[in-house]
């Protein structure tokens, strides 16, 4: 069965500070991987995407790392700002066709000042 | 550019009630088409996909159906709502192209909370 873990379910950390969400994915054949944010109460906005042969991508203070040997991938928030507080979902896509994917849990992150 | 709207945003039914959620896409033609779920305390979970009119997808069975009348028009219904049927539900397009790359956009959402 596939299924994707993510892990802290939560955290919370001071303005300013780094932080680092993981995601942890046994999903076959695997096609790609998509870190979403999700702010309360609405729909979830793609932050990166990596295929296979991608290990990092960046969008502005967002860095997204993939293993795909050991089927893990990371997600870094580089100096917290109060509106990265939100939900971040990791998604495992495992075919050729967008509506196959398997969504993690979410990992609620919330920057207190 | 590309829109998603989702109506309504708030509702509140009783039980054994009907339900019509409606999503419609601006700005893209022939789209793929999602409904999905968002328990509390879970992840989203696929109901339905439409590649097409008419083409209806069911991931999960279970007392809600879903209709495409039209390209970029995609409807959620139940007969008779269950306590179950609360949640946060989302509809979502993706371009209709199936690359392994393509991102689904996802509309504001519909949190349904049934008593």
């Known amino acids: 069965k596939n299924q994707v873990e993510q892990s802290p379910q939560s955290l919370i950390i001071l303005e300013g500070k780094n932080c680092t969400l993981q995601c942890n994915y046994t999903v076959s054949p695997f096609s790609n991987l998509r870190w979403y944010k999700q702010d309360t109460g609405r729909g979830p906005v793609s932050l990166t995407i990596?295929?296979?042969?991608?290990n990092t991508k960046s969008n502005g203070r967002y860095t997204a790392t993939l293993d795909a040997d050991t089927k893990q991938s990371s997600l870094h928030i580089t100096a917290s700002q109060l509106s990265d507080s939100a939900s971040y979902i990791c998604?495992?896509?495992?075919?050729?066709?967008?509506?196959?994917?398997?969504f993690g849990k979410g990992t609620k992150l919330s920057v207190i000042p | 550019s590309q829109t998603i709207h989702q109506w309504p945003a708030t509702l509140v039914q009783p039980v054994g009630s009907p339900l019509s959620l409606e999503c419609t896409v601006e700005g893209t033609s022939n789209p793929n088409l999602y409904w999905y779920r968002q328990a509390a305390g879970r992840g989203l979970q696929l109901l339905f996909y439409s590649v097409g009119i008419g083409q209806i997808s069911s991931e999960v069975p279970q007392n809600l159906s879903a209709s495409r009348p039209q390209d970029r028009q995609f409807i959620l219904s139940s007969k008779k709502l269950l306590l179950s049927d609360s949640g946060f539900y989302l509809c979502?397009?993706?371009?209709?192209?199936?690359?392994?790359?393509?991102?689904?956009?996802f509309g504001p959402g519909t949190r349904l909370t049934v008593l």
């Open positions: 998604v495992v896509s495992a075919g050729a066709g967008s509506y196959q994917l398997t």
């Open positions: 990596m295929t296979f042969s991608e």
């Open positions: 979502a397009w993706s371009v209709p192209i199936a690359v392994s790359t393509d991102t689904q956009y």
